[in-house]
Structure formats: structure tokens, C-alpha cells
């Protein structure tokens, strides 16, 4: 099969669960690395005309949006498949996939941990107090939620590994780095439990901050 190519940035969360998937299928890859600052300059505008990352490449194909990549590469390669065969468990996948993206990602992730983590690593600020107290009530209630979701089952959607847990684990692992991570799960030992499962799975551990890093300096 025709390697795939995924333009991303080391430590985007979102690049991360394109890669992830990729090491969990199985499937060689190369990485293209977008520059820091490059998002908005024509060459990657022309990959992404809303300058964010990931962007796949197959072949002559060209694909952004994360959540179309990875159903995508979960169509072409269905052995393992990570979409639920059970209609209700598909679609509680489905609305996880869009509570990571909207309410976890949008305005608590987004904040919290650019401000934690990304800030401080690539830019060397310090991180905004009052940004990170004003998103946490949204994150309480997000973290609720996905505990609540998540039940005591080993994964989001159904007993097996599904698209939600690629998705989210870059998310979460984010929060892990952060002192706001103990104040979030403290009353929620699923979403710990869940996460150092994620953490171990040799997909996580290929894709750290770290090994894209050396990925991209190798490109």
C-alpha cells in the first residue's frame, strides 16, 4: 500500500490521533512537518485553506479534517476496524468524536492546555491564570460528562479500541501534563484508568511529543 503522508506539527493533539491510528493499523507513513508559523503562508494554505493540521496525503488523494482522516484510513484498511458493527455503540462513538471536538477541544483544551503546555514549550510564556480559571467550569462539566459516558466499560464507544479513543487520547494525555489533570479526575478514576490504558498501548508511546519531534527533525 501507498504510504501515507501526514503534514503536522510535534505536540498537536490532532496530528498525534492521525499517527496513532496509523501505528495501530499498522500502515507505514512519512511525516511532513509544518514549520511553526507556517500555518498561514500559501504553501500550507494550499493543503489546508483554513491553516490548521493534520493534512493527509495518499497518493493522489489529499484529505483534511481529523475526524474524516481517521474513518477514512479505517475504510481503506478495516482490518483491525474501529468503528463499532453495533448501531448504537457507532453512534455513541460518533458523539463522543464530536464532544472532543466541540466542548473538550473548543474553549477547555484550547485554553488549558495551550496555556499549561504549548505556550511555555514552543514560546517560551508563562501561562495566563485567569484563562485557565475562567475555562475551568466548562471542564468540569466536560470531564463529568465523559466519565459518565465512559462508565465502567475499558473503552468510550463498545468493549474494543474505536475511532473516540484514538481521537481523545492525545486530548487527555495533554491534561495529564497539567497540575489542572488531578483537580479534573480526582472524582472520575475511570477517565484515570482509561488513559493509562491509552498511555501503554505502543501507538501512544510511538507518537509522544518527543518521537514526532525526532520524526520531523529525521524528515
Known amino acids: 500500500m501507498t504510504d501515507f503522508i501526514i503534514h503536522s506539527i510535534p505536540g ?8 496513532m491510528i496509523l501505528e495501530e493499523k499498522g500502515l507505514p507513513y512519512q511525516l511532513r512537518p509544518v514549520a511553526p508559523g507556517t500555518f498561514r503562508l500559501p504553501e500550507h494554505l494550499a493543503r489546508h485553506p483554513f491553516g490548521r493540521v493534520p ?9 483534511y479534517e481529523t475526524q474524516a482522516i481517521l474513518r477514512y484510513i479505517d475504510r481503506i484498511a478495516p482490518t ?4 463499532p458493527w453495533d448501531a448504537k455503540e457507532a453512534a455513541r462513538m460518533d458523539q463522543l468524536m464530536n464532544i472532543n471536538d466541540w466542548y473538550l477541544f473548543q474553549g477547555v483544551s484550547s485554553v488549558i492546555c495551550f496555556q499549561r503546555v504549548v505556550g511555555p514549550r514552543l514560546m ?11 475555562a475551568m467550569p466548562k471542564a468540569h462539566a466536560v470531564f463529568a460528562e465523559l466519565a459518565r459516558l465512559l462508565g465502567d466499560r475499558q473503552f468510550f464507544a463498545s468493549a474494543e ?9 492525545p486530548q487527555l494525555d495533554f491534561f495529564f501534563e497539567t497540575p489542572e489533570w488531578e ?4 472524582a472520575h478514576p475511570n477517565l484515570r484508568s482509561w488513559l493509562d490504558r491509552m498511555r501503554a498501548r505502543p501507538s501512544m508511546v510511538a507518537t509522544t511529543w518527543e518521537r514526532v519531534a525526532a ?4 524528515a
Not at 483491525?80 to 468503528?83: A, K
Not at 517560551?124 to 475562567?134: H, T
Not at 479500541?161 to 487520547?169: E, F, H, P
Open 124 to 134: 517560551g510564556k508563562l501561562p495566563d491564570e485567569d484563562l485557565i480559571s475562567a
Open 183 to 186: 483537580t479534573l479526575t480526582s
Open 161 to 169: 479500541l474505536s475511532l473516540v479513543d484514538i481521537l481523545m487520547a
Open 215 to 218: 520524526m520531523a527533525k529525521a
Open 12 to 19: 498537536s493533539p490532532y496530528g498525534r490521533a492521525a499517527l
Open 80 to 83: 483491525p476496524s474501529f468503528t
Open 55 to 63: 493534512v493527509l496525503e495518499h497518493g493522489d488523494f489529499s484529505l
